[in-house]
């Protein structure tokens, strides 16, 4: 069919097409025109005839050509294939294609060199005819049957038509309902908002609305859209039409869409012969909906959950290597400091702090009993320790809680092992008072040893290095060396009543 059909039918909806014009379509001399002797001078095909009406009408086909030609004839609806005439599949059962009406006398004619032949056809209006004007047309294709065209299949020559118009009268009915609205979020389509309604025609033509949507929030207006054309809905049916908005949709919230569906104006046949332009009628409608932003949800869920597994990795790594840790019990004895029971065992102070997770001032009572780490073990003594682990349904518990609770690891794995680090927490009296750290009152020497920084000196004391230069009266660059003494606060306890 091709760019000359498109050309062609652009020409005969237009109303342009004469007599002359028609002629003109007759490129290489062959023409198509209603025939004029029984209905009168006439360049289309125009009938008005009622629902369940039939109507009969010729048209002419003239060959000025120097040599005869075998042509194709077919209406509007119809296609053709290796010189076959095939009707459309109009799945769209809205398009009610005047084509189809049409039975022709005969399909295919061979007309001689300078002469025209004539071919009758039957209109048969259907019963379920929308009532209004229906545009379609009356085509001619030429082949070429000649010994080498059929080496190469049939080869096609030229294609011309007449335009054909069929009005149906009477009083035109249109009913469009809205029974169901809903919304979706294309994110294949960069999130678009799409809405689909579930329009029924109970009108007697086909309606094919354009839609005005506005949407408002918690906030007011968020925008509108005017003028989408939907598809066209064929009378009594019932089918789920679909509008995108094209503007970017809301993120989240309750949102409000009241909708304006204009079946446009449209002009009405009467069986009088006269004709009456209707005004445009507007049904409308109004949906309640909610966004949620599910997928930037998943994605966020899915984050915190991997933040959570790594989290309880780094716990896991935590408590394998504390577990892997030999350690011996020291009892502290009088005039003990974290210093000296670290330099008794050749172990860091920060170290042995850390380990018995003590806060500064770091201060030891005799009776008070401290972990010493004394090594790791070896891959046999810690498959032994797996197993005694993996044996004792309360211990793995506990270690599989601390992984997705906020839980004291060390002071679980202490009590794994048996052990009971010092810790600076105040005991209770009985007479129900607790001693806290008060103000600071008091200063404490630290002896620094090699490779020791400003800052590791400050982190170990539990203050900042503004304060530790400040006290010490120490200058830039802030360099220490191995056995120098620092001062550092001391915090004295006062009693506090437990509330």
């Not at 935590?318 to 008794?344: C, E, G, Q």
């Not at 600076?424 to 404490?444: F, H, I, L, N, W």
């Amino acid at each position: 069919m091709g760019l000359v059909l498109v050309l062609l039918l652009a020409e005969l909806f237009l109303g342009t097409i004469s007599t002359q014009s028609a002629e003109a379509l007759g490129v290489g001399s062959l023409s198509i025109l209603p025939s004029q002797e029984e209905y009168g001078p006439r360049s289309w095909f125009v009938h008005t005839l009622s629902e369940g009406e039939e109507g009969r009408d010729e048209m002419t086909i003239s060959n000025d050509k120097d040599e005869s030609v075998t042509v194709l004839i077919f209406p509007s609806g119809y296609s053709t294939k290796d010189s076959e005439i095939i009707k459309d599949d109009l799945t769209d059962s809205l398009r009610q294609e005047p084509g189809h009406w049409v039975e022709l006398d005969k399909t295919e004619a061979t007309i001689p060199s300078h002469s025209s032949t004539r071919v009758g056809f039957t209109i048969k209006v259907p019963e379920n005819a929308n009532v209004g004007e229906h545009v379609g047309g009356v085509f001619v294709q030429e082949i070429d049957k000649s010994t080498a065209a059929k080496a190469t299949g049939v080869k096609i020559r030229l294609h011309i038509g007449a335009r054909m118009v069929i009005n149906v009268p009477g009083d035109v009915e249109r009913s469009l309902t809205v029974s169901n609205i809903r919304h979706a979020i294309d994110y294949t389509d960069n999130r678009a908002l799409r809405f689909i309604f579930t329009l029924e025609n109970q009108g007697n033509v086909a309606i094919g609305p354009v839609l005005d949507t506005e949407i408002s929030g918690t906030w007011g207006k968020v925008d509108e859209q005017i003028g989408n054309q939907l598809q066209v809905v064929a009378r009594n049916e019932t089918k789920d039409v679909e509008s995108k908005w094209l503007k970017s949709a809301p993120y989240i919230g309750r949102f409000v869409a009241k909708f304006k569906f204009h079946l446009g104006e449209r002009e009405q046949f009467n069986k009088d012969g006269t004709r009456t332009m209707l005004p445009d009628e507007v049904v409308e409608a109004t949906y309640v909906f909610w966004l949620f932003p599910l997928a930037e949800l998943i994605y966020l869920l899915t984050g915190i959950f991997i933040l959570y597994l790594l989290r309880s990795l780094w716990l896991y790594t935590i408590i394998t290597r504390r577990l892997r840790t030999k350690s011996k019990l020291y009892k502290v004895v009088k005039n003990d400091t974290l210093t000296s029971v670290a330099s008794k065992f050749g172990v860091d102070p920060r170290v042995l702090a850390k380990f018995n997770m003590m806060r500064w001032p770091y201060e030891l009572k005799t009776g008070d009993e401290l972990l010493i780490p004394v090594g790791r073990m070896d891959k046999h003594e810690w498959r032994e320790q797996s197993k005694a682990l993996l044996g004792n349904k309360e211990i793995l518990g506990g270690i599989f809680g601390s992984l997705f609770r906020r839980h004291n690891v060390h002071g679980l794995v202490d009590k794994v092992r048996g052990g009971g680090p010092i810790t600076t927490a105040p005991k209770q009296s009985q007479k129900g008072t607790v001693k806290r750290p008060s103000k600071v009152d008091e200063m404490v020497a630290l002896t620094v040893d090699r490779g020791d920084t400003i800052q590791d000196v400050a982190d170990f004391v539990g203050v900042s290095v503004e304060e530790l230069i400040a006290i010490n009266r120490l200058k830039a660059p802030y360099r220490l060396r191995a056995g120098q003494e620092l001062l550092a606060p001391r915090k004295k306890s006062t009693e506090r009543r437990r509330k």
